[in-house]
């Protein structure tokens, strides 16, 4: 099965870039919201969790307390670190468990992944995709779909690989700035990795 990771910065567009692919024919892996499942159902994972930051990193019903969590490694690279050591194993284990359900008839599969390059996802993918545009376009985008600051969205941006330290680990682009048409280019992709794949 032809695996192609798809990136972009926060609010560049590749979850909403992702559902034009679903609507050809292809199935889409959105690695940051099985990570939010399986810390909450993966024992393995909940096990390390807790005996690296403690009981209260879940609350007596099981759900994850993501404040405390969140308040531990928000401004502490080094806890983050252990954080991501963690998840991103467990995550790497439920794509493989994921890929092997995927039908036959699929054509080929995109993982997404805010830090596809970050977490070395993206050299368990065939290809890769970096979604772009620019930083005060995203800022905004983000700020009117979360109901955040200016100041909120830079905090996450500050965490993530800017775009110019991305584009030379892609192998495809995608322009979501609102004046390039994003359908042209995901339907000329799909036709490339249609070629891939046979
Ligand atoms: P995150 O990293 O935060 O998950 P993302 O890269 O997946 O973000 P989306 O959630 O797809 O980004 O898009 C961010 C917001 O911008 C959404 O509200 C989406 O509807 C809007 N958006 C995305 N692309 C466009 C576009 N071309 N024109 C107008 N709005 C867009």
Same mark, same amino acid.
């Not at 993206?122 to 065939?126: G, R």
């Not at 979501?176 to 048409?181: F, G, H």
């Given at each position: 099965m032809l695996k192609i990771g798809i990136t972009g910065g926060i609010g560049s567009g590749k979850t909403t870039i992702c559902h034009i692919f679903e609507a050809l024919g292809t199935s889409v892996f959105y690695a940051d919201d099985v990570a939010k499942q399986i810390m909450v159902t993966d024992p393995v994972l909940v096990a390390g969790i807790k005996g690296t930051f403690g009981e209260e990193s879940y609350q007596q019903n099981g759900v994850l307390n993501n404040k405390y969590i969140a308040g531990i490694v928000f401004n502490d690279a080094a806890q983050l670190a252990k954080l991501n050591a963690l998840v991103h194993p467990a995550v790497f284990r439920a794509f493989d468990t994921w890929v092997a359900q995927v039908p036959e008839t699929c054509p080929y599969i995109l993982k997404e992944a805010a830090l596809l390059f970050e977490s070395g996802s993206?050299?368990?993918? &065939?290809k890769n995709i970096l979604v772009t545009a620019p930083v005060e376009v995203r800022m905004a985008r983000v700020m009117a779909r979360d109901q955040v600051s200016q100041a909120q969205v830079k905090a996450r941006m500050d965490k993530q690989y800017t775009d110019e330290q991305k584009l030379k680990m892609a192998d495809f682009f995608i322009v979501? &700035?609102? *004046?390039? *048409?994003v359908i042209e280019q995901v339907l000329s992709l799909h036709q490339q990795f249609l070629q891939i794949k046979d």
């Open positions: 993206y050299q368990m993918c &065939d979501n &700035d609102e *004046s390039s *048409s």
